[in-house]
């Protein structure tokens, strides 16, 4: 009888093929799987749960999200880059050296609000604690369960660096979520290690920036703040979100790039939807909008 091939097949050899083969790995230890257009939905799942456990355990109930450009520069840096620029002009003049002399002075002209971040911040993570308390029925103040109103931002450099740099400023914890892009950004050096993120998909981060959100403050900046800030707006438009303040800091910047009122006029908007927002130019206009909303709330609520 011919012998069939299962017969003279060495046992052992063909189980090692097994062992080895990429289908045997474990899911979860699979990086073939995991970082393939298979595991994209494991990767999505992932980018939500990891953070979502941190806050939990941390027991972070809501946070003060803060947008705004990355380019913006700390006074003293924006300065220094301007003398130099200058310098360079008198120097060895040329269109390009002019050019640099037109950026550094557009740079001073924006660092104010690398401050103003900070001071918003500070002031942020300083007067939460009026949020972080409760008044028992005898008089008495106990903190909550959770921590409210934790300092949130895209954990990169210029306004929200400015912002993270506050809340350390203050000796509070503070939030990045960054995200890995073409142009490698590192997190800002003043962000809490153990809420240092990095996504590598904007939808999960969009969610995490909103997910907790009780206040949302945006400062002038480039296509990523008016991505944020419009997605805020229309799913506060479309009442898709929480109720919560949105502050836009800087009104000749905003009133000189988004035309709002020409909106209304076109019809393209209600007016009611330029209530979503307020204006405010220093750090205490800011934070006093947002203590002024909560207080209206709790008097509706009770």
């Given at each position: 009888m011919e012998s069939k091939r299962s017969d003279v097949a060495d046992r052992a050899q063909l189980q090692d093929r097994l062992l080895d083969a990429p289908a045997y790995r474990k899911a979860y230890r699979d990086p073939d799987f995991l970082s393939g257009c298979d595991g994209r939905e494991v990767r999505l799942l992932a980018e939500y749960v990891k953070p979502e456990r941190a806050f939990e355990k941390a027991r972070i109930g809501s946070t003060v999200v803060v947008f705004g450009s990355a380019r913006i520069l700390p006074p003293d840096e924006a300065a220094r880059r301007l003398e130099l620029a200058e310098q360079t002009a008198a120097q060895t003049p040329s269109p390009d050296a002019d050019a640099a002399l037109a950026k550094a002075r557009t740079a001073v002209k924006l660092a104010p609000y690398y401050q103003t971040a900070r001071e918003f911040a500070e002031l942020a993570a300083t007067k939460n604690d009026v949020f972080n308390r409760e008044i028992g029925p005898d008089g008495s103040v106990c903190p909550t369960k959770q921590r409210e109103f934790v300092v949130c931002t895209g954990g990169g450099?210029?306004?929200m660096e400015a912002a993270n740099r506050g809340a350390f400023d203050a000796d509070e914890e503070t939030i990045a979520l960054n995200i890995s892009l073409p142009f490698e950004q590192r997190p800002n050096p003043f962000v809490s290690p153990e809420f240092s993120f990095n996504f590598h998909y904007f939808s999960m981060r969009k969610l995490?920036?909103?997910l907790r959100a009780k206040a949302l403050v945006a400062f002038p900046g480039g296509f990523g703040t008016f991505d944020?800030?419009?997605?805020?707006?229309?799913?506060r438009q479309t009442e898709r979100m929480q109720h919560l303040p949105i502050v836009l800091f800087g009104r000749d910047f905003w009133e000189s790039v988004v035309n709002f009122p020409k909106l209304v006029e076109y019809g393209v908007i209600s007016p009611g939807d330029l209530d979503l927002f307020q204006y405010a130019e220093t750090?205490?206009?800011g934070w006093a909008i947002i203590e002024k909303y909560y207080a209206n709330e709790a008097i509706r609520q009770n």
């Open positions: 450099p210029g306004i995490h920036f909103l944020e800030l419009f997605e805020a707006l229309t799913l750090a205490e206009e």
